[in-house]
T-cell receptor, first 109, second 119 residues
Framework: RKEVEQDPGPFNVPEGATVAFNCTYSNSASQSFFWYRQDCRKEPKLLMSVYSSGNEDGRFTAQLNRASQYISLLIRDSKLSDSATYLCVVNKDGNDMRFGAGTRLTVKP | GAVVSQHPSRVICKSGTSVKIECRSLDFQATTMFWYRQFPKQSLMLMATSNEGSKATYEQGVEKDKFLINHASLTLSTLTVTSAHPEDSSFYIC???????????????FGNGTRLTVT
């Protein structure tokens, strides 16, 4: 089993749709969690950190469920510009950061 | 916020030559930096962890003599691809964290990547 697993995707949704991604992690002692987006042929960019109580940034909501060992990302009112690959990153321990394989999202007009 | 700069952004070299890629943390000090490689339509693969003042830690399957890492200062790490071959053509990305902002809970910040093409 991979240490960090994401929904395989791809997700193809119309503009305005709500889409949710999940990411599970295997190490229950993992300390911190992040969502990144990566555009084609570009570096990953931090979308948001994921806090225990859940957090929201505009149309984006991230949640953490430690008991079930997963994090989620919800995107409301999808825009064309949201099309990207979304990466789940888990800080397993100290400098040990683990990446999911990424989920590709395409938002269509 | 924390900024990581990577240079060059694109390089084309001939087979057999060596290429050096620089990664700098611009507004923070980084005792640790990370180097990744990404092939088209594949996920990021961690190659090595660069440690200031000590040897880099390489992931399994990554040849340390081929991918030389030097963490010369608290703001600079370099990756040298030695005797490059066409199969080394890839997107190389570095990252670092500003541990003064949240310790090990701080996020990774990535350089803008280097697209290497070996002909």
């Amino acid at each position: 089993r991979k240490e960090v697993e994401q929904d395989p995707g791809p997700f193809n949704v119309p503009e305005g749709a709500t889409v949710a991604f999940n990411c599970t992690y295997s190490n229950s002692a993992s300390q911190s969690f992040f969502w990144y987006r990566q555009d084609c042929r570009k570096e990953p960019k931090l979308l948001m950190s994921v806090y225990s109580s859940g957090n929201e940034d505009g149309r984006f909501t991230a949640q953490l469920n430690r008991a079930s060992q997963y994090i989620s990302l919800l995107i409301r009112d999808s825009k064309l510009s949201d099309s990207a690959t979304y990466l789940c990153v888990v800080n397993k321990d100290g400098n040990d950061m683990r990446f999911g394989a990424g989920t590709r999202l395409t938002v269509k007009p | 916020g924390a900024v990581v700069s990577q240079h060059p952004s694109r390089v084309i070299c001939k087979s057999g030559t060596s290429v050096k890629i620089e990664c700098r943390s611009l507004d923070f000090q980084a005792t640790t930096m990370f180097w990744y490689r990404q092939f088209p339509k594949q996920s990021l693969m961690l190659m090595a962890t660069s440690n200031e003042g000590s040897k880099a830690t390489y992931e399994q399957g990554v040849e340390k003599d081929k991918f030389l890492i030097n963490h010369a200062s608290l703001t600079l790490s370099t990756l040298t691809v030695t005797s490059a071959h066409p199969e080394d053509s890839s997107f190389y990305i570095c990252s670092a964290r500003d541990l003064t902002r949240g310790g090990y809970n701080s996020p990774l910040h990535f350089g803008n990547g280097t697209r290497l093409t070996v002909t």
